[in-house]
């Protein structure tokens, strides 16, 4: 599960701000949850909120650097899932020890450090990007580690794109905190997979639904129409998942036996469990 913020642009102007936050299932597509953040807050005030409407346990939730503080990781935990959280200055004690552990790391060529190591390639959009991630299970050298509910492991992810037909290479680093052990395999995808709020998510809102230029903003409107345009995503994701959900909102705009047929899927053959 990933969990990001949004900031309804078109709702927010003349000093007040829509902001919201969700909690994604990233596999199947779904949006689990959607919280307004409140006024002259933050993200991770949502945190709680979110955690008391959605059964969490045995999940992986991940988080941008909004969400690393102990605060957040402990409120994870404590609703029995574990936390995969990005590492930047906003964190620059934690930043700083993890930055020197590593860079000396690669100094020595890994040699005598225990670590898991997963490397992977991708081709595609004209570029070649080689991934590279390190966990480290053995961190008793980082002061303060007690302070992160359940910590497990340490991340590093590099990764290096070169454009076809292009002799310059761009490096990226990223580091990450986890609860959770697993092999470096698993971290590449669920690191990758907490993009897909962004990408699955936020995108469709703003191309297919022009989120962004919708000007609803009084009282709740904004949020409220958030939610039904989530609902429709779900709604697409779940019913027809072979289709695009623009695709799906075409047919479902011309073909009234298609449209019958989704509404008939989702909510009568919910209906027919409950009283079964």
Same mark, same amino acid.
């Given at each position: 599960?990933?969990?990001? #913020? ?23 597509? &779904? ?28 999940? =992986? =939730? ?6 690393? =503080? ?45 670590? &898991?190591?997963?490397?992977?390639? !991708?081709? #595609? ?5 080689? %991934? ?5 299970? !053995? ?17 590093? @992810?590099? +990764?290096?794109?070169?454009? @076809?037909? +292009?002799?310059?290479?761009? *490096?990226? %680093? ?42 609803? !903003? ?12 989530? &609902? ?5 994701? *779940? ?5 695009? &959900?623009?695709?799906? %909102? ?6 009234? #036996? ?19």
């Amino acid at each position: 599960m990933a969990i990001d #913020g949004k900031r309804l642009r078109g709702a927010s102007f003349l000093g007040h701000v829509t902001h919201i936050v969700e909690l994604f299932a990233a596999d199947d597509r &779904l949006c689990l949850a959607v919280e307004k953040v409140p006024d002259k807050t933050v993200e991770k005030s949502t945190l709680p909120i979110i955690l008391e409407q959605v059964d969490v346990e045995g999940a =992986i =939730i991940s988080g941008d650097a909004h969400f690393t =503080i102990p605060e957040s990781a402990g409120q994870i935990v404590d609703a029995k899932a574990d936390y995969l959280l990005a590492v930047k200055e906003n964190q620059p004690s934690l930043y700083a020890e993890m930055e020197n552990f590593f860079d000396q790391a690669h100094a020595v060529k890994w040699e005598e450090v225990p670590h &898991l190591f997963y490397q992977e390639i !991708d081709k #595609g959009h004209g570029r070649i990007e080689t %991934r590279e991630v390190r966990v480290v299970e !053995d961190f008793d050298w980082l002061p303060n580690a007690c302070k992160w509910k359940k910590l497990a492991c340490l991340i590093e @992810v590099r +990764s290096t794109r070169q454009k @076809v037909g +292009s002799a310059v290479n761009e *490096v990226f %680093r990223r580091f990450y905190i986890s609860s959770r052990r697993a092999s470096a395999r698993n971290f590449v995808k669920w690191t990758r997979q907490h993009w897909s709020v962004e990408n699955k998510c936020h995108w469709v809102a703003d191309v297919i639904f022009k989120e962004d230029d919708n000007l609803t !903003d009084r009282g709740n409107s904004a949020e409220n129409m958030g939610l039904f345009r989530r &609902l429709a995503m779900n709604i697409s994701a *779940v019913a027809d998942p072979e289709r695009g &959900l623009a695709s799906v %909102r075409r047919a479902a705009t011309f073909g009234a #036996g298609y449209l019958k047929g989704i509404l008939a899927t989702i909510f009568c053959s919910k209906a027919s469990r409950n009283f079964s």
